[in-house]
């Protein structure tokens, strides 16, 4: 799932694009996709657009009008850039947004759609879409310290958990915890004022990094690959690979269908966290499905 550092590349790409440029016609494949019926989607059209930002893990367009476009890409929704006026695919297309210099179009691959789409009037209606996180990227420490220590979860879970924290997923929580050393299931409340700077830092620097590394990365072409897993990524999806740190093998918790990777050296003084000893702990503080790990 495209979490923060993908989702600002999106934005990213998209406001040369279509920042200011009117939104001529939506051409929609899957009943699915969108979630509202007033106003219909059809007064979204020949509006301009005026404003492009995140909410989380969701892109928002800023419509003429006081309208906004409000996009969840869940588990396999992505954006593409093709010629003005291009055929919707007939598998995965979900719908097509034509501008005057081209078409972006919606996909997802898979069976399982999730991707979903919200046309609301008024800014009190994008209230709904706050889970109510802080923002990484611009919280002070007081603020974020504040945010970690509201509930006494695990490090991994608070990180995901969009109420606590907005943006960030199961892939760069994984790196983050890794460049701040801290074990995946330590308690909130267990750090030490030391350990929560350094997992405000750890933050900060790894969401800006992989921010400023995907936009070198993309160039000026749309970006075509966004995914929340990257080869340069240290731990995360890395299961049974080196540490780039110390160099022994990068190990997993895997509970339900989700996986946390980690280094047992780097982060958890050497000791192994063995899925089975850890499933009464987890079960009060992990999440039982991958939508709600990703915040949708």
Request: aromatic share 8%; net charge positive; hydrophobic share 40%.
């Amino acid at each position: 799932m495209p979490e923060l550092p993908e989702v600002a590349l999106y934005i990213h790409a998209l406001e040369p694009l279509i920042l200011g440029a009117p939104l001529e016609r939506v051409r929609m494949r899957s009943a699915s996709l969108l979630k509202t019926f007033d106003p219909p989607i059809e007064e979204a059209e020949g509006r301009r657009v005026t404003e492009l930002r995140n909410i989380g893990k969701r892109i928002l367009w800023g419509l003429e009008g006081d309208l906004f476009l409000v996009f969840h890409l869940m588990i396999a929704g992505r954006f593409r850039w093709r010629d003005p006026g291009v055929a919707l695919p007939k598998k995965r297309g979900h719908a097509a947004f034509d501008f005057p210099s081209g078409t972006l179009l919606l996909t997802e691959a898979g069976t399982q759609k999730r991707a979903s789409l919200h046309l609301v009037r008024g800014a009190a209606a994008l209230e709904g879409f706050d889970r109510g996180g802080i923002d990484p990227l611009a919280a002070e420490f007081s603020e974020f310290r504040r945010a970690i220590l509201q509930q006494n979860r695990t490090l991994k879970r608070a990180l995901t958990d969009q109420r606590i924290v907005a943006g960030i997923g199961n892939a760069h929580s994984d790196e983050i915890l890794f460049d701040a050393r801290l074990s995946p299931v330590r308690r909130t409340r267990q750090l030490s004022e030391e350990e929560l700077a350094r997992l405000y830092e750890a933050t900060r620097a790894s969401l800006a990094w992989w921010i400023d590394r995907l936009r070198e990365e993309g160039g000026k072409d749309f970006p075509e690959k966004v995914t929340a897993f990257h080869p340069a990524m240290k731990v995360h999806g890395k299961y049974g690979q080196p540490c780039p740190v110390c160099g022994s093998s990068i190990q997993r918790i895997v509970y339900a269908a989700n996986e946390t990777n980690y280094c047992a050296r780097c982060q958890t003084g050497g000791k192994l966290l063995r899925d089975r000893s850890l499933s009464r702990l987890l079960r009060d503080d992990w999440p039982e499905t991958l939508e709600e790990l990703e915040g949708a």
